[in-house]
């Protein structure tokens, strides 16, 4: 069967490689026919050109040199029907691939031997003059002509019928055929190489399967000799026919026990089997007596079960109670908490505003008592200007004296100009002025000295005043910092009122900290409580659970006919 495997291995991997050969053959048709194809297209887009001057033919032209040199991408399946369509007017019949290659090397890449590209390249080295034929018809085409040094420099008018003679000239056609016979070569040289490939692979697989079906006949032989002498041994080694040994294995099949087994030998499978049937004979009976015993025994075990689960219940109960006595007193101390940090936060915020208020009365003393100095300094600067006011009335007086000295001058000197008659005239006139001159001045200053009587009068009584508010500010300034100093008393009393408060605080913390601790082991030992009923309840369930497969191994040892 190994050997029949391999060689069905081999035969799919030659049937692989037949497959293989025609697909390579089938490739290497298809690009030494677009080789041919490209150049019959060539020469019929050289000759559209010529004919029309239609540059479209041109670029055609020049597209199919450069996808063929690998300079632009193939189109999808090029090998199919293209340039047609496009001449045509079809602008593009399929969409281009991403594949940028040249058909050499697409040649090389699909295993194109080193003789059929030596072909190839004798095609190509005869093509110059068939180049040269057409590139002379195109620029002929476009008025562009060859030099004596064979370069195309001179231009004229367009010359269509040369063009035409050239591509259509029997020089043409033999430069066509000296290219084609080697292209013919290689044509020949493919067809052979990929035939070649192909029978080769036909031939293995020919082979292949005339072996297969050689080793199938052989195993087939072989596998009825097998099966015959099998027979044979079958009986030996089963000590009796197969139908007996199926009789006694449906019985026992059937739970009979009692039924007769005759065995040719101990070590045959009829002998073993009346071993193993002697055996569970005796097993089973022993079952039967430990299935009574097990049966007792859930009994008890139910019995057991169902008082400890009573008694794990009352212990429950007992642990619920004292569990909710626990939450209870909890919840009063959380509520003591509650109250004593609202009374904190209170306090706190009230020994805040007590604060504050120290610092405003200390801020409104120092204002109070910066506005009786202030006050103080009105009262000297006013007492100042009081007396500058008193050395003005004197130098006024003086002024006075001026004038009742000058005025009586003017009298004088009116008394001499009288004197004096027409000379003094001029003199008397002077002396006129100046004597009322004399009135104007004591006049005004009998008003400004009046006015100046009022002013110190009103200095004095400011300054009166002043020294007064300045006494009642001093006054002020002295119950504000006894005010301030009952205000400090008060915070220090409320800071040690909050400070028992956080004592307290912590205290009631502690205690229901412990409270917890005590409530959490509680609810361990309620956890322990329905462990442990679960248990009960759970043993309860495997005694009953026991005594009911009791019941149903006796029923099914019962079937047994021992």
Same mark, same amino acid.
């Given at each position: ?5 391999? #060689? ?108 059929? /590209? ?7 080295? =005869? ?32 010359? /269509? ?31 052979? =190489? ?40 079958? &009986? ?9 040994? +199926? ?20 070590? !045959? ?14 097993? @089973? ?6 299935? %009574? ?23 429950? %109960? @007992? ?17 003591? @908490? ?9 306090? +706190? ?11 405003? #009365?200390? =801020? ?25 006011? &008193? ?43 100046? =004597? ?13 000295? !009046? ?22 500010? %001093? ?22 009122? @909050? ?47 026991? !005594? ?15």
């Amino acid at each position: 069967m190994f050997a029949l495997g391999i #060689i069905f291995y081999k035969l799919l991997n030659a049937s692989s490689s037949l497959n293989q050969a025609a697909s390579y053959q089938l490739l290497s048709y298809k690009l030494a026919d677009e080789l041919r194809q490209s150049s019959d297209d060539l020469t019929r887009l050289v000759r559209s050109y010529v004919a029309t001057g239609d540059k479209s033919y041109k670029d055609q032209y020049m597209a199919v040199v450069d996808i063929r040199a690998g300079k632009r991408v193939r189109p999808v399946d090029y090998y199919r029907i293209y340039w047609d369509f496009v001449a045509g007017g079809v602008d593009k019949p399929r969409a281009d691939s991403k594949e940028l290659i040249s058909l050499e090397d697409l040649m090389k890449k699909n295993g194109f031997s080193a003789e059929e /590209f030596k072909k190839l390249k004798e095609s190509s080295a =005869r093509s110059n003059g068939l180049i040269e034929l057409e590139t002379k018809a195109m620029n002929a085409v476009d008025g562009i002509f060859e030099d004596d040094s064979g370069n195309f420099t001179i231009k004229g008018e367009p010359d /269509f019928k040369m063009a035409m003679d050239l591509v259509n000239g029997k020089q043409y056609h033999k430069y066509k055929a000296e290219i084609m016979k080697p292209l013919d070569d290689f044509f020949v040289l493919m067809e052979k =190489r990929t035939k070649s490939q192909v029978d080769t692979a036909q031939n293995n697989l020919n082979i292949l399967q005339i072996l297969f079906v050689a080793v199938l006949i052989i195993t087939i032989v072989l596998v009825g000799l097998i099966v015959f002498a099998g027979s044979k041994i079958t &009986e030996c080694v089963l000590g009796g026919t197969p139908a007996g040994l +199926e009789k006694v294995i449906n019985g026992l099949a059937l739970g009979d026990l009692t039924q007769e087994i005759i065995a040719n030998s101990k070590s !045959s499978a009829m002998g073993q089997l009346k071993v193993a049937a002697d055996n569970l004979s005796k097993l @089973i009976i022993d079952a039967k007596n430990l299935s %009574s015993e097990n049966s007792s025994i859930a009994g008890e075990l139910f019995a057991t079960s169902l008082q400890s689960r009573k008694r794990i219940d009352e212990s429950s %109960s @007992i642990v619920k109670q004292t569990t909710q006595k626990a939450d209870d007193i909890k919840t009063i101390m959380h509520e003591g @908490i509650e109250i004593a940090k609202e009374n904190k936060i209170n306090l +706190e915020q009230a020994n805040a505003y007590m604060e504050e208020s120290n610092q405003s #009365i200390a =801020r409104l003393t120092k204002e109070i008592q910066n506005s009786a100095d202030t006050e103080n300094e009105l009262a000297k600067t006013i007492g100042q200007l009081s007396k500058d006011a &008193e050395q003005v009335k004197d130098i006024l007086t003086v002024i006075n004296d001026i004038a009742d000295q000058t005025n009586l001058l003017a009298l004088n000197a009116a008394i001499e100009a009288a004197r004096a008659g027409e000379h003094g005239r001029g003199f008397a006139v002077v002396a006129d002025e100046v =004597r009322k001159l004399a009135e104007r001045t004591q006049k005004s200053l009998i008003e400004i000295n !009046s006015t100046i009587n009022v002013i110190v009068q009103s200095i004095a009584d400011s300054s009166e005043r002043m020294i007064k508010n300045a006494q009642d500010v %001093s006054a002020l300034v002295d119950i504000s910092n006894q005010v301030k100093d009952k205000i400090f008393s008060m915070s220090s009393t409320m800071d040690e009122t @909050i400070k028992i408060t956080e004592a307290t605080v912590n205290n009631y913390l502690i205690n229901v900290n412990e409270i917890d601790l005590m409530a959490e082991s509680i609810k361990n030992i309620n956890g322990l409580s329905i462990e442990n009923a679960r248990s009960a309840e759970e043993m309860a369930e495997a005694a009953d659970h026991l !005594s009911k497969m009791t019941e149903t191994l006796n029923a099914k040892l019962s079937e047994f006919k021992t």
